[in-house]
């Protein structure tokens, strides 16, 4: 018996040695992590090539979480002494033209796996770096620059391109330790971006760089299907030891759901039509409730934030709008509001005209520039704006005609409306309702509002997308960004203040006035008429 005791004993001081070091090592990883994120804010800033910053990171972790610690550890200390010296790290350079960006991005190549990383990252790390850079490339190609040629073949994709190599490697991924889940991020966000090769017109087919066979498509679908989970709806990491669920992943759920379902919601595939959607939604919702982080130091949460934010909104309105109520969807409509708002008042960077990725910043960054959910709320499209909000769109009051002289004291009532009107856009014509982008004349904010009118935001966005030296952020391609903000042919209006607003009124014989609320919805309508 006592013996007995004493290996009970002994296994409880060894399991309690292991959860100690256990907490030792998250709390020494995650407070290195924090440190790293302020440099990769920084070093962004000054123009270096930060976009394997991220997935370095999550290649220390998956080294933990195989019990590679001191090689974890040492990753990531190596990697902070050189981010911090600037050791090695490479500088983008000033292009004249395209061509010369697309030669120094191809030069990233590494010759022997075709990947745009080096091998001292684990394998799971190569396809997500390469495919942003290969996405960037193509946004750089024009009618003199040709097809898309990569130096390199992308050897390192053979390693995966079976469906038995690749449940291996999916399976390898996916499933982690304790330790691990508490981070972030985890390696399975390589296995719900290895699923955009599913995709019929996927980046690599669309310029002959690699091709995957119909058999290895099929097999990818159908592990990720099954590998959704029944309790919650949602996709994530899962526990080694018991198979279950780690985490509501919002992130690299809406990543996933993007291969099963199209823009309106409807299944691709009749072998996989979405299950769980109203557990998904729930679960999805409770995400997205959840408020700004407290402290704004701690970059690692607010990168994070950012990101289920963006992502879950996106992937509500895209792939399960149909599919939720009424009252949920006015739920949806006050969280939009709330986080347009917060990102003009957190990230708008006003001298530059365009957006940070991180709060208290001074200029703008290459993955600020893109995190915006305007396109996605049909900001800039009638057809998509109706869709999401009919019952707006079609109940916007007219309210006839009005003197210049009484224009005042009709704004200042209907800003004590629940109308919640941001800015008033200007027509010198009678606006086609389809198209409120087109024609604007001018602009006015009656409440100061930190949250611009698109007809202003998306001009000052392409002036800093114009004058940047940014090229590529952790996953951002500006020239990407810019073709589509371009395709959208929006001028830059008149911007009237409070002490000018009735002149330039009075010198227009008649104007049309819409108001509209942080979301672009129209609202109202009323002509001004200066006589």
């Known amino acids: 018996m006592k013996h007995k005791k004493k290996n009970i004993i002994a296994v409880s001081s060894l399991l309690a040695v292991f959860v100690a070091f256990g907490v030792f090592i998250v709390f020494q990883q995650k407070t290195q992590v924090k440190e790293l994120f302020k440099l990769n804010k920084q070093l962004q800033k000054e123009g270096y090539y930060m976009a394997d910053f991220e997935f370095r990171m999550l290649g220390a972790a998956y080294l933990l979480d195989k019990g590679e610690y001191s090689k974890s550890i040492n990753t990531l200390s190596e990697y902070h002494n050189k981010l911090k010296n600037r050791d090695g790290l490479l500088k983008i350079p000033a292009f004249n033209n395209k061509q010369e960006e697309i030669v120094f991005f191809l030069s990233l190549q590494n010759p022997k796996t075709g990947a745009f990383i080096d091998e001292s990252v684990p394998y799971c790390i190569y396809w997500e770096i390469s495919q942003n850079i290969i996405n960037h490339l193509e946004s750089l190609l024009d009618s003199t620059s040709g097809p898309l040629n990569l130096k390199y073949p992308l050897t390192f994709l053979d390693d995966i391109n079976t469906p038995e ?16 889940s508490k981070f972030p991020q985890t390696t399975f966000h390589f296995a719900r971006n290895i699923l955009d090769c599913t995709n019929q017109d996927n980046i690599l087919e669309r310029n002959n760089l690699y091709r995957f066979s119909p058999e290895w498509k099929y097999a990818m679908l159908t592990w990720m299907y099954d590998f959704q989970d029944s309790i ?9 030891s018991t198979g279950r669920l780690l985490k509501n992943d919002l992130n690299n759920t809406a990543s996933v759901l993007k291969a099963y379902r199209d823009y309106d919601g409807n299944d691709l595939y009749d072998d996989f039509p979405l299950r769980y959607t109203d557990k998904l939604f729930s679960n999805s919702l409770k995400i997205l409730s959840e408020p700004y982080p407290a402290n704004e130091d701690e970059l690692d949460e607010i990168h994070e934030w950012n990101l289920k934010k963006v992502k879950g909104f996106k992937m509500i309105l895209r792939y399960l709008w149909k599919d939720i109520s009424k009252k949920d969807k006015q739920t949806m409509e006050h969280l939009l509001a709330d986080f347009v708002t917060i990102s003009f008042d957190k990230y708008y960077v006003k001298s530059e005209g365009a957006f940070s990725y991180y709060p208290k910043s001074k200029h703008a960054s290459a993955d600020g520039f893109s995190n915006m959910i305007f396109d996605d709320i049909g900001a800039f499209s009638y057809t998509k704006q109706k869709k999401l909000f009919g019952e707006s769109i079609d109940s916007i009051q ?20 629940d109308m919640k009107i941001n800015s008033l856009r200007f027509y010198k014509t009678k606006p086609d309702s389809t198209k409120l982008t087109e024609n604007v004349w001018a602009i006015f904010y009656p409440n100061n509002s930190v949250v611009l ?11 800093w997308a114009d004058s940047t ?18 395709k959208l042919h929006i001028k830059k209006p008149i911007i009237l203040l409070e002490n000018n607003i009735e002149n330039a009124l009075a010198v227009e014989e008649d104007v049309y006035c819409i108001g509209f609320n942080v979301l672009q919805i129209p609202k109202f309508i009323i002509k001004c008429n200066s006589k």
């Open 469 to 486: 030296k940014l090229s590529l952020g952790n996953w951002t391609s500006v020239a990407k960004k810019k073709q589509e903000l371009e």
């Open 398 to 417: 007219n309210h006839g005609i009005i003197t210049i002289e009484n224009f005042k004291p009709f704004v200042q009532k209907i800003l004590k409306s």
């Open 453 to 463: 009118d698109v007809t202003e935001l998306v001009p000052n966005l392409l002036t």
């Open 165 to 180: 190599k690749l449940k291996a490697f999916l399976n390898d991924i996916s499933y982690v330790g304790w330790i691990a």
């Open 232 to 240: 919650t709806g949602m996709w994530g990491p899962k526990s080694k």
